[in-house]
């Protein structure tokens, strides 16, 4: 892929309207949300989305999430049930993704679904994100803005190291309040299933709803974005659950824990799931090639950063 120049736009009015025209010149603008900063694309436009892939080297199997402005445009591209409805309500702006029936008429890209019937969507909490959504007025595909596989950005800084030269204008907004991606649910079919914790506990959602969510039957092939096995991988190893850190090993703490990096001194899943990505990049500034990670508890938003621990940690190719 022939290098590009990337433009650095402030969240203003005229920033928002220049990245706007670079969607609907089928063009890549990276954009805070509340969780991570996404890679944005016109989710109708086939080359514009495959401009994706080809910036991320992206598995093309892997779907996109679709971000809308408001829960009035996810009808214009999909089927919501009483309980995609009731989640929507509950927690929509937010850091929460539906997997949907696709309508056979929305136009949306084939790269986006991967070939499936149904597609992920989110309205994201930010107000850069909104403001740009609103401008353009469209879909727009946006996987986080990072290297496929590789640590997730929570500032442009971190978009920067990693993709410029391959997109054409990132809106800096600023560090992302949440810091982990978005819990996603499948509505698809006649039970809600959680695919992927994420910023919104599962406990949460399940109290919305007055039921347990189901989890997948084959976890193996993906379905929605954010299911690959090695996902999130910084250079080094990942070691998890560690007690203790060998002297080879650069340590990754969460509680009262003597260690080079400290997710959360305090303990707090809160201040933890916010510096997790960060703190994976500073490993990998500092040149870390074996990491020992402290053990997270695993509920609430541990049950995310355990998920994205897990990915860091898997065998890769």
Same mark, same amino acid.
């Given at each position: =892929? ?83 409805? $009731? ?15 696709? !309508? ?38 946006? %996987? ?60 949460? !959602?399940?109290?919305?709803?007055? =039921? ?9 092939? %993906? ?5 690959? !096995? ?34 959360? %001194? ?15 990049? $500073? ?13 997270? %508890? ?10 994205? !621990? ?5 065998? $890769?190719?």
């Amino acid at each position: =892929m022939s290098q590009i120049e990337t433009v650095i736009l402030k969240p203003d009015t005229n920033g928002i309207a220049e990245a706007a025209l670079v969607f609907w010149r089928g063009g890549l603008v990276a954009f805070p949300t509340e969780t991570v900063y996404g890679l944005g694309a016109d989710a109708r436009n086939d080359v514009a989305v495959a401009k994706i892939y080809a910036a991320k080297g992206r598995p093309s199997f892997n779907p996109l999430i679709v971000h809308l402005a408001d829960v009035a445009a996810v009808h214009n591209y999909c089927e919501i049930s009483d309980v995609a409805q $009731r989640l929507a309500a509950a927690f929509w702006p937010g850091a929460m993704t539906l997997v949907l029936p696709l !309508l056979q008429d929305a136009g949306i890209s084939k790269l986006v679904t991967a070939g499936l019937d149904t597609l992920a969507v989110r309205v994201p909490d930010h107000v850069v994100a909104q403001n740009l959504l609103a401008e353009f007025g469209g879909p727009v595909a946006a %996987p986080s803005a990072n290297p496929s596989g590789r640590i997730s950005p929570t500032t442009a800084a971190h978009v920067i190291a990693g993709l410029s030269g391959k997109i054409d204008a990132i809106v800096d907004g600023g560090t992302c309040g949440v810091g982990v991606e978005s819990t996603i649910v499948d509505c698809s079919g006649p039970v809600p299933c959680i695919l992927r914790a994420g910023g919104i506990p599962t406990e949460a !959602l399940e109290a919305c709803l007055g =039921m347990a969510l189901a989890t997948p039957s084959d976890p193996t092939t %993906p379905t929605s974005p954010g299911q690959l !096995l090695s996902h999130y991988a910084p250079q080094g190893s990942v070691r998890l659950n560690a007690r203790h850190f060998d002297a080879h090993e650069t340590g990754l703490g969460f509680g009262a824990v003597d260690a080079q990096l400290n997710l959360s %001194p305090s303990g707090d899943l809160v201040e933890a799931a916010a510096n997790l990505f960060a703190m994976l990049h $500073r490993l990998d500034a500092m040149g870390a090639t074996a990491i020992a990670v402290s053990p997270i %508890p695993d509920h609430g938003l541990g049950r995310a950063i355990n998920d994205r !621990l897990k990915r860091a940690a898997a065998p $890769r190719d």
